[in-house]
Structure formats: C-alpha cells, structure tokens
C-alpha cells in the first residue's frame, strides 16, 4: 500500500472521517452523530481505521477540519471547512462550479476555481435559521425524524407559506398551522420551501462564479432530497447531490494531508 492519508471533519453535530489511498481511492469512510465536544472524533477514527483494515501508525498525516478542529491534538495539521469542502466536491463533481453546504449549524455557499481552488464563500453561523437545527426542530414539530422530512413534503398537495426564518418563531408558526388543522406534509413542504428560498438568496448574494456555473449540494442536509428538488425550483437550476455529500469536507481534509506528504516526497 502507498500513500495513505485521513480527513477528519468535527462538525457540530457529526464527526466524519475518510481515509484515502494515494490521494486518489476512498478505502473507507465513516460517520458517527456525536460531533465536537464529545468522544465522536475518538471513535470515528478508529472506525475508519477499523474498516480499512489498518492501523494508526500505519497512517502518513491525519488533516482535521470542521467547527471542531482547534480542540483536536491529534491531526498533522488543520484546514478550513470552506477550503476542505470546495477540494472534497470537485474530487467528487469534477468541474463544479458553485457548492451550498448545509451542515448541522451553519450554511456555507463557495464559489470554486480550478481544482476545487476556493474562490469565495458567504457564510450564515450567526443564527440556525435555513441550518439542519432549523429543520431538526420543525422535525420535531412535525412528529417525524429529520430523514423522514424528505419523505412528508413529497407528499404535499399545497405548501403553506411559513413566514418567518427565525427558528423560535417559525416552530410556533408551525404549531399553529397544526392547530388549523392544515396537513402535515403541506406545513412540511412549506418549511423546505422558505429552507429554500433563503439558501438561494445566499447563493445570490455571492460574487465570484455567481449562480451561473454548474451546482452542487453537501453537508448531512443534502440527503433530504424534497429540500434540493426546491432549491432547483427556486434556481430554476440542477443541483447536484455527490455520493457521500456527507463526508465531503473530510474528502477534501484526506486530499490536503495527501498534498503535504506529496510535497516532503517532492522536495
Ligand atoms: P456538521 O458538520 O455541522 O455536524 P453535517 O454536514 O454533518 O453537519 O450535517 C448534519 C446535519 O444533517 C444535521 O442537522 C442532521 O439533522 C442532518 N442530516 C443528517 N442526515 C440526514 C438525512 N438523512 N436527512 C436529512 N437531514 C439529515
């Protein structure tokens, strides 16, 4: 076996990790629902080892990204979300031009240059608003998990409008949507609708490669396709979801640790 290389993603709510042979081939990747803050990043390394068949010292350098990344002591160095992301989503889209990343507390829209090269981002991490803790709260609500969310809006005769981005006030404008009487997979759809709007808006407010080019979503929400179907409503857009859109972020942090060992290699 050649080069080998782990990204680690600390999020806020999930740790993710990929380890990759000769920077090209994914051996293995895992996710575990504990992020920063708790043993998850522990774990998810020894996962990912575990799958892959080898051991720690086996490893030539560990990137760690993510919320997380400033209290983990036991990668080779650290890269930023947005840089690790942009690198992740061109490995998997080759020639994407633009990637919304919708984790659990933040969105991140990046406008990419060659290679994944990152060219400029517009963040939301003040508030949860259009976040996965929006959407886990109006799961809540709802009375299905955030996975099922996808499933409920599909079935949706009538989005009901919801009005406000504020997660507090938009869990009570659910409530009382529910307390009229009006169907759940209506509310649901109308959640993913303002979800959408607002993460088209941040996307428009980007300069860069703008909305023009070819997109592409990651980040744990990606998987709720209900919610990606609206965003190309609201685009009038494809949106591409890679494979494991998930684990992009520690792709693109395995991708980085493969560079440094390629340049002590080189030099
Ligand atoms: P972070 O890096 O901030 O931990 P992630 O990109 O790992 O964020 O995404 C976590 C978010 O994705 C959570 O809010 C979670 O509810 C959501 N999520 C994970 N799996 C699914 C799914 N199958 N459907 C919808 N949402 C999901």
Redesign the pocket.
């Known amino acids: 076996m050649g080069l080998l290389t782990i990204g680690l993603?600390i999020?806020?709510?999930?740790s993710?990790a990929v380890l990759l042979a000769d920077g090209q081939v994914v051996l293995a990747r895992a996710i575990l629902s504990s992020?920063t803050g708790t043993d998850g990043p522990d774990r998810v390394m020894a996962e990912v080892l575990r799958q892959g068949g080898i051991s720690g010292e086996r490893v030539d350098a560990v990137v760690v990204t993510?919320?997380g990344r400033t209290a983990y002591g036991g990668a080779d160095s650290q890269m930023s979300e947005m840089s690790c992301h942009a690198r992740g989503a061109a490995f998997l889209l080759p020639g994407v031009d633009v990637v919304v990343?919708i984790?659990?507390?933040?969105v991140k829209a990046l406008a990419l240059g060659p290679g994944g090269r990152l060219l400029d981002f517009v963040m939301n991490d003040k508030c949860a608003a259009g976040?996965?803790?929006f959407?886990?709260l109006m799961a809540r609500v709802l009375g299905v998990t955030?996975?099922e969310?996808?499933e409920l809006a599909a079935q949706a005769v009538e989005p009901v409008p919801i009005s406000n981005i504020c997660a507090v006030f938009a869990e009570s404008e659910v409530i009382s949507h529910l307390a009229a009487a009006r169907s759940r997979a209506d509310i649901c759809a109308g959640v993913h609708r303002s979800v959408a709007k607002r993460t088209a808006g941040l996307l428009k407010r980007m300069r860069g490669a703008g909305i023009a080019g070819s997109m592409a979503m990651t980040?744990?929400?990606a998987?709720?396709t209900d919610l990606v179907r609206r965003l190309e409503e609201e685009l009038g857009a494809p949106v591409a979801v890679p494979p494991d859109a998930?684990a992009a972020?520690a792709l693109g942090a395995a991708l980085f640790a493969a560079d440094i060992k390629h340049g002590d290699r080189d030099s």
């Open positions: 993603d999020g806020s709510t999930t993710k992020g993510g919320y990343d984790g659990g507390q933040d976040t996965g803790r959407l886990e955030p996975s969310l996808s980040g744990g929400v998987a709720n998930q972020g």
